[in-house]
């Protein structure tokens, strides 16, 4: 078998596609579930990407789409969920909204930490 491995910081959704489709499989075979549903699985809502522009802040916006996404995701089954913030960014605001760190990554960027967050949601 001939393989060959090429290298690339850009990104490519075919080549993400080939990760992907193998590895959703391996996961539903090794815990039975295939519960994968934009960003739900396993239980759990991955918050991965929010952001407020500085002339709307202040207003519940965050808030607002924060609570939606918890309430689609209690609909979904999801028990919990989870996201990750940078020092300079909102920590404060997901604790604020229930979140607490459950992990820390020091100097991801250098100088700064990345934080690893969590909220149980309830129905």
Not at 95 to 116: H, I, K, Q, T, V
Request: glycine residues 10%; neutral net charge.
């Amino acid at each position: 078998m001939n393989v060959s491995i090429h290298l690339s910081d850009e990104a490519q959704s075919a080549v993400r596609d080939a990760i992907v489709g193998p590895l959703v499989a391996y996961n539903t075979q090794q815990t039975g579930s295939n519960d994968y549903r934009g960003r739900t699985a396993f239980g759990w809502l991955f918050v991965e990407l929010l952001f407020v522009p500085d002339r709307l802040r202040g207003r519940g916006i965050g808030a607002n789409l924060i609570s939606r996404a918890e309430t689609e995701a209690v609909s979904r089954g999801c028990h919990a969920a989870w996201l990750d913030t940078f020092e300079f960014q909102a920590r404060g605001f997901y604790e604020r909204l229930g979140y607490s760190c459950f992990g820390e990554l020091n100097d991801y960027p250098p100088g700064f930490a990345r934080y690893f967050m969590k909220k149980a949601l309830s129905k």
